[in-house]
């Protein structure tokens, strides 16, 4: 079969640097548009047109939670599906705001199909957005997560998965691999500013909503895209200056026993040693299995080292026991099941309330990144992602190309 080759999109800076590229709009105040979910915030995503998608998280003080913890005002920001807050996001994940902009944006650059690595929402999200959109996309993952990946709807016709026997960087590796061998457009992770627009539109929704800035902010990590999309609209929103200027502090979150960026950051270190990688292989061991990558996005300039120090940030080790406690704690306060990766982020805040981090007048938002799973199979159903093909890590890309071409 004869392959269009399409355009490559490089975000490595051209002059050699380690940095992370970003977006630059022409507005520099927000303008809240009268528009469906993210496209609201037209004006600061990288797109010339919008489409039909209408998700978006929806951030609502909480009352009973922040009660339980001593707070006055927290705010969750909240992506899943939760009907009674009109929270419509199907595949339960913040995932979804960010490749609604990816596709889009590919869509205007020339890219008729992505490769896109994942260790299992940003599949679920993809998966459900490009049946959709008729958009094509080759999914990679590890093979200890293909069982669990579902989503509300998914065409074969455009939706391919590779699992990959290994952990999320070996899925990662495979992915760039592959669109050497195929010159299929690799989607860039979280080095996409696309992608960050789209997960950074959390931080937009909730100051529309707060009418301020936030004094403390809480997100479970792994490559640390959505954090450094957070840092960034913060910046931005700086700029506009009409919500604040108040001190900003980001709180992010691991799933011990896999925790190479608290590790280096308790040290002060830019750069994540192979020791603090370990286990090789946390997929076996973490709760919450996305918080997997090996290589996030830390030391790079922009990553999250430079946020951490820029808000004298902090950073927690939080055990599986820790995380579905949190999970039991919130569901219960707050009447809606919560993701692992959300969980972790809830016990990081439970901790930091627990060791006098936050005052009780602060204004905190804690992103829950996923949630309202139970409600969502119960109401409308998830169909199983079906695989296209097993490979082990080292097999030969080209082997593949009958398969996904």
């Known amino acids: 079969m004869e392959l269009k080759v399409d355009k490559d999109l490089n975000f490595t800076c051209p002059k050699g640097c380690n940095s992370l590229p970003k977006n630059i709009f022409k507005s520099k105040k927000i303008k809240f548009r009268k528009l469906p979910g993210i496209w609201r915030y037209y004006d600061w995503l990288p797109v010339e047109k919008t489409t039909s998608y209408d998700g978006e998280s929806v951030t609502y003080k909480s009352e009973h939670f922040g009660k339980e913890l001593g707070l006055k005002n927290l705010y969750v920001t909240f992506t899943g599906y939760w009907p009674e807050i009109n929270a419509y996001v199907k595949t339960c994940t913040f995932k979804e705001l960010d490749a609604a902009v990816v596709i889009q944006n590919a869509k205007e650059n020339g890219v008729s199909r992505l490769i896109v690595a994942s260790a299992g929402s940003t599949a679920n999200a993809f998966a459900h957005l490009s049946s959709l959109e008729k958009f094509n996309v080759i999914l990679v993952v590890p093979i200890e997560v293909a069982d669990t990946l579902a989503s509300p709807f998914v065409d074969e016709n455009h939706v391919k998965t590779i699992a990959v026997k290994g952990d999320y960087c070996d899925a990662i590796s495979f992915a760039q691999k592959l669109h050497q061998s195929t010159h299929i457009t690799y989607d860039g992770g979280g080095k996409n500013p696309a992608r960050r627009d789209g997960l950074g539109t959390v931080m937009l929704e909730a100051v529309e909503k707060m009418k301020v800035l936030p004094n403390h902010y809480f997100q479970a990590v792994s490559s640390g895209a959505g954090a450094i999309a957070v840092f960034d609209e913060i910046d931005r929103l700086l700029g506009d200056g009409r919500f604040g200027k108040p001190h900003f502090k980001l709180h992010i979150s691991q799933n011990a026993p896999f925790i190479p960026i608290v590790k280096a950051w308790n040290d002060k270190r830019r750069t994540i040693e192979k020791s603090d990688e370990e286990p090789e292989n946390a997929l076996s061991v973490i709760y919450a299995k996305v918080l997997s990558n090996r290589q996030p996005l830390y030391g790079i300039n922009g990553g999250l080292f430079d946020a951490l120090q820029a808000t004298s940030g902090e950073t927690y080790s939080i055990t599986n026991r820790q995380a579905e406690d949190a999970a039991k704690s919130f569901e219960y306060s707050e009447g809606i099941d919560i993701h692992p990766a959300a969980a972790v982020a809830t016990a990081s805040l439970i ?37 296209t093909a097993k490979v082990e890590k080292d097999t030969p890309p080209q082997e593949l190309r009958d398969i996904i071409l």
């Not at 981090?357 to 409600?375: A, F, Q, Y």
């Open 351 to 387: 901790d930091a309330v627990q060791k006098g981090k936050i005052g009780s007048d602060e204004n905190v938002m804690l992103n829950i990144t996923g949630g309202g799973l139970k409600r969502a199979k119960k109401e409308f159903g998830m169909h199983k992602i079906p695989l």
